[in-house]
């Protein structure tokens, strides 16, 4: 699970190194108290240990539920990575489960305290257990469902547990989304890989397949275990008892194919076969459930082709499917807080949408990272994210051509493949060595040839899979090859990325090169920068400690043709995305820290340049907007010019179409953006940012934000703190009663609907009973009786002195709820004043009739323009000019009782009158 698994305990100080600042000491401080105010006094979660037996194994779990639900919940299938138990995914389970998520994470069979054999996900045995586990979820009265014996469910694993969800997703429909990391396509391909383009049998990966397999003792595996599991807690469950000396707990086939391979070098059918049954690729069409891949550039065993096959698979059959990359796998990487925040993000944003159906669907953009260099402060590797439109696969988004020089030369394959080569250390290769530094890498002398570029005079942002043309000849027709590409600085220093090379096995090979044809090698995708100044060299070995190679000794004649193609990748820049997770406290800390001492900082300035002049003539009006003009640097003009009063008692509408500027000048009156021309008075005082007179005015702009670990009431008590005012001046228990919470009130806010969050905000807006309230749609998401309790509410509340300043689009809302309106088009008000008086006289009338059907057929021979019913008994007749006398006299005249005839004109109208079809575009800047 290394792709999710970045401790919390780790990424605090990581980010508090990272991000010191002059006033680290005041800030630690904060950090410290806002840590001691937040931390609950239990766990957010409670837990209950199980042994969940089917199929002749008990499976070790472990089940997690959040303690502060209401209702059913959704819940994720956790599975740990290749010798981890339900222990290596403890923290990935608690941070689910404080997401309101019911979590069953269990130890796979053959691991730990479970019991059985492994299989290698095979479908007949593991993926069967997770089936087993899904029915047992079904019967949980705390879980939600689909149907009955459906739980809404997603499975969320890396490696060996990322096989695990894409396999069950595969044979269960029951699973409803997925995020597999750090996994395979193919295992056949990914324990014998052949380099794409070339078409003999691969070359066997012994190192990381004897990691897997290891001496198959008694003990639990482990250094494989570690890396299998990301640097988790391999093998914490117990030792695993050993049945065969040479198999362990294996089962007999798996054993059987490891050890046909490791001996001859070349898998026979049924290893296939077998390495086929247990790979995603082969139930890639029967899933349906959306997926997140995320995968690692730094992997050795599984690289970024195994997920982009994957990718290629499932959005073949028609289903949702996402890809990131992270700068880590199981060889390690720089794993930095920013990258590993980013991936839970994503993995958050995509269970809540496709588990929880909360919030947007995450879109088809791609987000990936690059090693930047190390810190200054703990020589630790930063990376920098980075996004695009839509996932370029291992191509990029476009290619580079690089010229190689150098002429054909002969190597040397050693006997037995010693003296080997070395490219990595599977499961030891340090993150420096293997991703920045180089110094790893060491090829031997005699027994590799190389072509290298010259230097490059502009960077090149290579994101995917290098390609090139190679030649061999070989006296025996068959040879065995390792294509590599170094990134060399002027200092002579090669870097060979990731660790990664193209094991290349060529038969039917001529002994002289004249005759030998070209064939194309596809390189292990990477993700790295060269800089202006390097050289690109590309090596052919014959020998590599991670691979099995051909045991007779011969010497290869090798060239390569002058064109090496390497695909660019250019992506917008992103933002560290720790602020955007909720469960790295770190992020909720900096919040925290930085809105204090912000508001100490305000605070401070605003003590020393008080502005205590007071334009008279507007001391005792709420608002006056004089002249506001807003234009951005782009020339694009979002407000031309803008100019209205809002006095005590009223209730202002501020309308328009999208587009027209009406959140910009709410922007502008609290202080968020500048204006570019224009004065806006607050009860005569000019308003400039952080003017202290904005502790009149309370309000809802751009929708409300919460911290979610908070409940309400807490929420609306950390806000008022944080302004510094008296608490008897809150006016506490009118703001909660204008919420209309109840006891949701003490629910976190992580759990309340959009309406709840909206309600809330309101009540924060009015804590303290400003003189002046501005809200930006404050019935967004409320349901009807909602609406009408917040037209009183807001009539009330503009009583006593007070004012209201509201932009809404719901115009019947606004027609029944202000007393004056401000209509604004294009950046201009069009039209300003009373509400009646916009109305103004209606071309039509409303009537209250006794025989609706027949009224209608009497008004329609009057030949009035249109009539429409409204209600039970109610009619809109547009007149066309006919006299009401005579529409009453006509309808009394044919036995038809008129109990009203109300002139009727609404504000909507009015406003398409005003405005047109004018809007200019699809939201307010």
Not at 652 to 659: A, E, S
Request: a neutral charge; charged letters at 20%; one cysteine or more.
């Amino acid at each position: 699970m290394s792709a999710l698994t970045a401790g919390l305990r780790r990424a605090i100080p990581r980010l508090n190194r990272r991000r010191a600042v002059p006033v680290a000491a005041t800030l630690v401080v904060l950090a410290a108290a806002a840590v001691w105010a937040a931390r609950p006094t239990t766990d957010p979660w409670t837990t209950e240990d199980l042994r969940l037996s089917g199929d002749s194994v008990e499976l070790d779990a472990r089940f997690y539920l959040p303690r502060d639900r209401a209702g059913k919940v959704p819940a994720v299938l956790l599975a740990h990575g290749f010798g981890g138990t339900k222990e290596s995914v403890r923290s990935d389970a608690e941070s689910l489960a404080e997401r309101g998520y019911a979590v069953l994470a269990y130890t796979a069979r053959g691991f730990g305290r479970s019991t059985g054999q492994i299989h290698l996900d095979s479908p007949d045995h593991e993926v069967k257990d997770a089936q087993r586990l899904l029915d047992w979820l079904a019967t949980r009265p705390e879980i939600s469902t689909d149907a009955t014996g459906d739980p809404k469910v997603a499975a969320v694993g890396g490696s060996y547990g990322g096989a695990l969800a894409l396999m069950l997703a595969g044979q269960d429909q029951r699973v409803d989304a997925i995020v597999p990391s750090i996994t395979w396509n193919d295992l056949g391909q990914a324990l014998v890989p052949q380099a794409a383009g070339t078409s003999a049998t691969g070359v066997f990966k012994k190192s990381w397949a004897g990691y897997f397999f290891g001496n198959g003792g008694a003990a639990p595996l482990g250094g494989a275990a570690a890396a299998l599991t990301g640097g988790t807690d391999a093998g914490r469950g117990g030792a695993m008892p050993a049945t065969d000396p040479a198999c362990g707990r294996f089962a007999e086939d798996v054993c059987k194919a490891y050890l046909q391979m490791a001996t001859g070098g070349v898998p026979d059918e049924s290893t296939l076969a077998l390495l086929r049954r247990s790979s995603p690729a082969s139930v890639l069409d029967k899933i349906k459930a959306p997926t997140l891949l995320i995968q690692g550039a730094v992997d050795t065993l599984f690289p970024l082709s195994e997920a982009d096959a994957n990718a290629k698979g499932i959005a073949a059959a028609g289903t949702p499917v996402k890809v990131a990359w992270f700068t880590g796998g199981h060889d390690g990487g720089a794993g930095p807080t920013s990258d590993s925040d980013r991936v839970k993000f994503l993995t958050v944003q995509w269970l809540d949408h496709y588990l929880k159906g909360e919030g947007e669907a995450p879109g088809d953009d791609f987000t990936f990272s690059r090693v930047a260099g190390f810190s200054a402060l703990d020589r630790g590797l930063v990376t920098n994210g980075y996004s695009t439109d839509a996932y370029p696969g291992l191509s990029g988004t476009g290619s580079t051509e690089i010229t190689l020089q150098g002429a054909a030369q002969q190597v040397a394959n050693p006997p037995n493949g010693n003296p080997g080569a070395i490219s990595s250390m599977p499961g030891l290769t340090g993150r420096l060595s293997s991703v920045l530094s180089g110094g790893i890498a060491l090829d031997v002398p005699g027994q590799h040839a190389v072509f290298e570029s010259a230097p490059l005079t502009t960077a090149a942002e290579v994101s995917g899979s290098p390609t090139l043309r190679l030649r061999v000849a070989s006296p025996t027709g068959e040879a065995v090859v390792f294509v590599k590409l170094y990134d060399v600085d002027p200092n002579g220093t090669a870097t060979l990325s990731a660790g990664l090379v193209a094991p290349v096995r060529l038969t039917g090979l001529p002994a002289v090169l004249d005759q030998a044809q070209p064939v194309t090698v596809t390189l292990p995708a990477v993700v790295r920068q060269i800089e202006a100044g390097h050289t690109v060299r590309v090596t052919v070995a014959t020998s590599d400690q991670a691979f099995l190679t051909p045991a007779a000794p011969a010497v290869y004649t090798v060239a390569v043709e002058p064109a090496l193609t390497l695909p660019i990748l250019t992506g917008k820049p992103i933002a560290d995305p720790s602020g955007l997770w909720w469960w790295a406290l770190a992020g909720v800390v900096g919040v925290i820290v930085l809105g204090l001492l912000a508001l100490l900082l305000v605070r401070r300035v605003l003590h020393r340049r008080r502005d205590v002049t007071v334009t008279e003539e507007y001391a005792d009006t709420p608002l006056v907007v004089n002249g506001l003009r807003k234009a951005y640097g782009d020339g694009f003009v979002a407000v031309q010019e803008i100019s209205f009063t809002v006095q005590r008692g009223q209730v202002v509408g501020l309308l328009g179409p999208n587009g027209a500027g009406k959140t910009t000048t709410l922007r502008v009156l609290m202080g968020l953006t500048q204006p570019t021309a224009g004065e806006i008075f607050v009860f005569g005082h000019r308003l400039v940012p952080g003017a202290p007179i904005l502790s009149r005015v309370g309000s809802l702009v751009e929708g409300p934000g919460f911290l979610p670990h908070l409940t309400g009431y807490q929420n609306l008590k950390a806000y008022w703190h944080a302004t510094g005012r008296p608490w008897a001046d809150a006016r506490f228990d009118e703001a909660l009663e204008i919420a209309g919470l109840g006891d949701s009130i003490h629910r976190k806010t992580r759990k309340y609907s959009h309406g709840m969050r909206q309600r809330l905000a309101i009540a924060q807006a009015m804590l303290g009973l400003p003189e002046l309230l501005v809200l930006d749609e404050p019935t967004d998401g409320l349901d009807p009786p909602q609406i009408a309790e917040m037209r009183r509410v807001l009539q009330r509340y503009a009583t006593d002195g007070r004012a209201v300043l509201v932009s809404s689009h719901l115009l019947a809302e606004v027609e029944q709820t202000c007393t004056h309106a401000v209509v604004v088009n294009k950046g201009r008000i069009v039209a300003s004043g009373l509400v009646d008086d916009i109305v103004g006289e209606s071309p039509s009338v409303q009537l209250d009739v006794s025989d609706v059907p027949a009224a209608t057929r009497i008004l329609e021979e009057l030949g009035v323009r249109s009539v429409t019913a409204e209600g039970a008994n109610g009619l809109i007749v547009d007149m066309n000019g006919t006299p009401r006398a005579e529409v009453v006299a006509s309808l009394v005249g044919a036995g038809i009782g008129v109990d009203r005839l109300v002139p009727r004109r609404r504000l909507e109208d009015a406003f398409l009158t005003l405005v047109g079809d004018n809007s200019r575009g699809s939201g307010d800047r």
